[in-house]
C-alpha cells in the first residue's frame, strides 16, 4: 500500500503570512496532485505535476514536485482568508489510480 | 454542465439495513469513482470504473458493491449497514486515467449509521 503523508495537519495563521505544506512518501509516483476541499463540498483539482523537479505556480500558490518524485510541496505567499480550506495531495501510483494524503487543514484569520 | 450529481445528500440508516446512493455524471466521462472520507481524513478509495461494464476494487471495498451498466451512472450499494460505514462519501469521474486527466467530484453523501 502506497502511503502519502501530509503535514502540518492543521494550521492557523494571519492574513498576509506566507506557509508551506508538505507531502511525503517513501513511494515513487507518476504524477502527484493537488487538492483544495471546502466544508460540504468535494475536492477541487489545483494542478498536476508530472516530471521530477517541476515547479508549477498558481498565483500565490507554488507546487514542487520533489525530483525523486516521492514527495511535494505546496507554499501560499501572502496567504488570505479565501485560502481557508482542507488541503490534499493525491499520488498516481500502481494501477494508476489515486493514493490521497490525509490532508492540511488551513485557516486564514483576517 | 450538471458536472457529478449524487443523491441523497444525507441519509441515516440502521444496523444491518441497506441502500443505494446514486451518481451521474453528464460529461461523457469514461473513468468513475467512489470514496470515502472519514471526519479529518483523506479521501479512500472504495471502488472504480474504468468504463460501462468494467469495474474493480479500491483500497476499502468491504461490505460495498457497484455496477457500471450506462456511462453516465455508477451507483454504489451498502448491503448490511454497520457503524464504521458512517462516512460521507465522495462521487468522482474523469475523461481518463485520474493521475493525468482531473478529478471532477460530486457534493458528497454524508451517511450515519445508528
Known amino acids: 500500500t502506497q502511503l502519502l503523508e501530509q503535514s502540518p495537519q492543521f494550521l492557523s495563521i494571519q492574513e498576509g503570512e506566507n506557509l508551506t505544506v508538505y507531502c511525503n512518501s517513501s513511494s515513487v509516483f507518476s504524477s502527484l496532485q493537488w487538492y483544495r476541499q471546502e466544508p460540504g463540498e468535494g475536492p477541487v483539482l489545483l494542478v498536476t505535476?508530472?516530471?521530477?523537479?517541476e515547479v508549477k505556480k498558481l498565483k500565490r500558490l507554488t507546487f514542487q514536485f520533489g525530483d525523486a518524485r516521492k514527495d511535494s510541496s505546496l507554499h501560499i505567499t501572502a496567504a488570505q482568508p479565501g485560502d481557508t480550506g482542507l488541503y490534499l495531495c493525491?499520488?498516481?501510483?500502481?494501477?494508476?489510480?489515486?493514493?490521497f494524503g490525509g490532508g492540511t487543514r488551513l485557516m486564514v484569520k483576517p | 454542465n450538471a458536472g457529478v450529481t449524487q443523491t441523497p445528500k444525507f441519509r441515516i440508516l440502521k444496523i444491518g439495513q441497506s441502500m443505494t446512493l446514486q451518481c451521474t455524471q453528464d460529461?461523457?466521462?469514461?473513468?468513475m469513482y467512489w470514496y470515502r472520507q472519514d471526519p479529518g481524513m483523506g479521501l479512500k478509495l472504495i471502488y472504480y470504473s474504468v468504463g460501462a461494464g468494467i469495474t474493480d476494487k479500491g483500497e476499502v471495498p468491504n461490505g460495498y458493491n457497484v455496477s457500471r451498466s450506462t456511462t453516465e451512472d455508477f451507483p454504489l450499494r451498502l448491503e448490511l449497514a454497520a457503524p464504521s460505514q458512517t462516512s460521507v462519501y465522495f462521487c468522482?469521474?474523469?475523461?481518463?486515467?485520474?493521475?493525468?486527466?482531473?478529478?471532477?467530484f460530486g457534493p458528497g453523501t454524508r451517511l450515519t449509521v445508528t
Open positions: 460529461m461523457n466521462h469514461n473513468y
Open positions: 493525491a499520488g498516481a501510483g500502481a494501477g494508476n489510480m489515486l493514493t
Open positions: 468522482a469521474s474523469s475523461l481518463r486515467d485520474p493521475g493525468l486527466y482531473e478529478q471532477y
Open positions: 505535476v508530472v516530471t521530477g523537479g
